[in-house]
């Protein structure tokens, strides 16, 4: 009985203690698998970049974040501290620069300041992708809906996809960072706008900083998602770097504007049409390439229509055509009306989806002044050709005397009328003392009556060999 008792407990012993390490086993796994990894500790560089993101965002901004990206990675710095004031700007290079946050394994701040400053449509969805967001005093975040780039409402099925899609590009990047998708997600849709106070209090940015100092003050211990993994931040002894616009950023960023580039254009086309019109100068056609490469150089940084650029290059080719086959100001005109036309459609008249106020188009005035002065000007120059053509000709008195007494031979016959060689040129002439020569008759010449050459009959023995 013993035994059989002894048996019995073992047999129940082992099922519950293999139980028991089955669920010691588990414990530690889901321990493992749920419990947070520790922030690690922020690189040994005591060095944080602060970069302006200040005015558009269009591919010129996209490129110089790139840039202070790639530096902070390869120095190794502390901090990256975007600080932003900006009206919106071009949906492509906002999510160029989102992923590059996003990407960051240098954790990246976003301030919106100085006091005053927003970050209005695409500086909605840059402030949000921060690992840590803040704002000033007197600062504002949102109205991030989609709009053409004139800044026109998006009609019908492509204004609900594009609505729609950046909802959904919002919405995305709160879930990745914890902040309140349902109010971002009301900034596209319904153009929603926050105070810093509302956007604190409804988890959109997470600190309130009086400038950068400040900033630096309250982010000390506190610790920043990256790309890989949350970084300690000590700001005990930061050094600050500011990193602004290059020199060719700055360039590219002026010429980028469309009415610089639509100037550019015009006025490079305008100074090649003086070269051909007046060969040699050199000149007009060097100033006119160079116009016209920073014209394209600037019309690559914007959301531009190739109808625009054809009616352009069109408008050159009829303004060159009038110079050269006078039309009665036909051509003249028409490239004017065709300048103003490629102004027109060059930039933003095709509705490119984009975020926020910046207009992408030419002004209106400014087409207006450039066309009529391309078409005047084409006019006056075919005006200038027509004169030329139709003016009495001139011959020098020493010319005229130097050709008196010389002898050559008709090369058209002469009834009275007709053409002969003399000195080896070919000038028109007219017969004296007889009614006609035929060609290859020998005259020698008596006057000269504009480029006219009044002839008579000359000897053969004394005709030029």
């Known amino acids: 009985m013993e035994y059989i008792g002894r048996s019995i407990l073992v047999t129940v012993r082992r099922p519950i203690l293999a139980a028991a390490l089955v669920l010691i086993a588990l414990g530690f796994m889901g321990q493992s698998i749920t419990s947070p990894q520790p922030a690690r500790a922020q690189s040994g560089s005591r060095e944080v970049i602060v970069a302006d993101v200040d005015g558009t965002i269009d591919p010129v901004m996209a490129r110089y974040l790139s840039r202070v990206f790639d530096d902070a990675q390869s120095n190794d710095v502390a901090l990256v501290i975007l600080r932003i004031n900006t009206p919106g700007g071009m949906l492509e290079s906002t999510r160029e620069i989102v992923a590059d946050i996003l990407a960051s394994n240098v954790p990246v701040v976003t301030f919106v300041g100085p006091s005053g400053a927003r970050a209005g449509s ?3 969805f840059i402030t949000v992708a921060g690992g840590l967001a803040a704002m000033a005093n007197s600062t504002n975040i949102g109205a991030a809906s989609p709009v053409g780039a004139v800044g026109e409402d998006i009609e019908g099925t492509l204004g609900r996809k594009v609505t729609n899609d950046a909802a959904a590009f919002i919405r995305s990047i709160a879930e990745q960072r914890g902040r309140n998708a349902f109010a971002l997600e009301r900034t596209v849709r319904v153009a929603a706008a926050y105070s ?9 940015v997470d600190l309130f900083a ?9 982010l000390d211990g506190m610790s920043i998602p990256t790309a890989s993994g949350s970084v300690q931040i000590s700001t005990g002894d930061l050094h600050v770097r500011e990193v602004g616009f290059g020199f060719v950023d700055n360039i590219l960023s002026f ?8 100037l550019l254009f015009s006025l490079g086309g305008l100074a090649l049409v003086v070269e051909l019109w007046s060969p040699g100068l050199v000149g007009p056609g060097v100033v006119g390439v160079i116009l016209l490469l920073l ?14 650029v054809g009616l352009l290059v069109l408008a050159i080719l009829l303004v060159v055509t009038e110079t050269q086959v006078p039309g009665f100001g036909i051509f003249g005109i028409a490239g004017g009306a065709s300048i103003v036309l490629g102004g027109l459609f060059l930039v933003g008249f095709f509705g490119t989806p984009d975020f926020g106020d910046p207009d992408y188009s030419v002004s209106l005035w400014l087409l207006g002044g450039v066309g009529g002065v391309t078409g005047a000007v084409a006019v006056w120059f075919g005006w200038q050709v027509r004169q030329s053509s139709l003016a009495p000709a001139y011959v020098s008195p020493i010319s005229a005397q130097a050709l008196v007494g010389q002898h050559g031979s008709v090369t058209v016959d002469l009834s009275p009328k007709g053409e002969v060689m003399v000195a080896g040129e070919r000038w028109g002439a007219r017969i004296e003392g007889a009614h006609e020569l035929e060609a290859g008759a020998h005259v020698e010449v008596r006057s000269v009556d504009g480029l006219t050459l009044i002839v008579e009959s000359g000897r053969a023995d004394t005709a030029p060999i």
């Open 196 to 204: 810093v106070e509302e956007a604190l209090s409804q988890n959109i």
């Open 255 to 262: 010429i980028s504007q469309p009415d610089i580039v639509f």
């Open 295 to 308: 014209s394209f150089a600037g019309l690559g940084q914007l959301p531009f229509h190739w109808a625009g």
């Open 210 to 218: 009086l400038d950068v100092d400040d900033l630096l003050r309250k």
């Open 122 to 124: 695409a500086g909605t």
